[in-house]
């Protein structure tokens, strides 16, 4: 290696800002649902992709996901407050997540065998976060803003919930009962 003599600051170093954060990994959203503990990750390599990793009672940690649509990575994340937020819940096994490439709603029941992610909102400006499954109703509640505007005001649209139950053959969208929290 040959040494390069240069003015305070203007030297070339070999190691980067980019080298030291390329393969670091963030962690957040850790939840505990029964013996299985979940949380995501954020993938700078993969464009800061959130994924969702499980680990078991038993000690066995992976990717908790299948492919949306079979073609596409999940992308765990929301913007409903524009920093960020509850990007999922798990609840008995059944996930609820925010996907910040389509920005919909998506629920995946880890004991079906068929590991479809199924949609629960459609394709809209709505942003969606904070979610929480009630046990009672098997309801997801989350908050939305819509709809949402780079230039506009943050603004909250009321409370919505959604079917995700391991029962439910077909989610909807809609609003809770009156005096529902």
Do not use: N
Not at 31 to 56: A, N, S
Not at 101 to 112: E, L, P, W
Request: hydrophobic letters at 30%; charged letters at 20%.
């Amino acid at each position: 290696m040959s040494v390069t003599v240069a003015p305070h600051g203007l030297w070339k170093s070999p190691i980067s800002g980019d080298s030291f954060t390329a393969r670091s990994v963030t962690l957040s959203q850790v939840r505990v649902d029964g013996p299985d503990t979940y949380w995501v990750e954020g993938h700078p390599l993969q464009g800061g992709r959130g994924t969702l990793l499980r680990r078991r009672a038993t000690g066995e940690t992976g990717e908790v996901l299948p492919l949306i649509d079979g073609s596409r990575l999940p992308d765990v994340c929301t913007r409903v407050h524009e920093y960020g937020g509850k990007a999922y819940a798990v609840h008995h096994g059944v996930i609820v997540f925010s996907d910040q490439t389509d920005g919909r709603v998506y629920a995946f029941d880890t004991a079906d065998p068929r590991r479809v992610v199924r949609p629960l909102t459609t394709l809209s400006k709505v942003r969606y976060g904070d979610f929480w499954i009630a046990d009672v109703r098997e309801l997801v509640s989350t908050s939305a803003s819509s709809p949402w505007r780079p230039d506009a005001p943050s603004t909250r649209s009321p409370l919505t919930s959604a079917r995700a139950s391991r029962s439910c053959a077909s989610c909807r969208t809609s609003r809770p009962p009156s005096g529902s929290p």
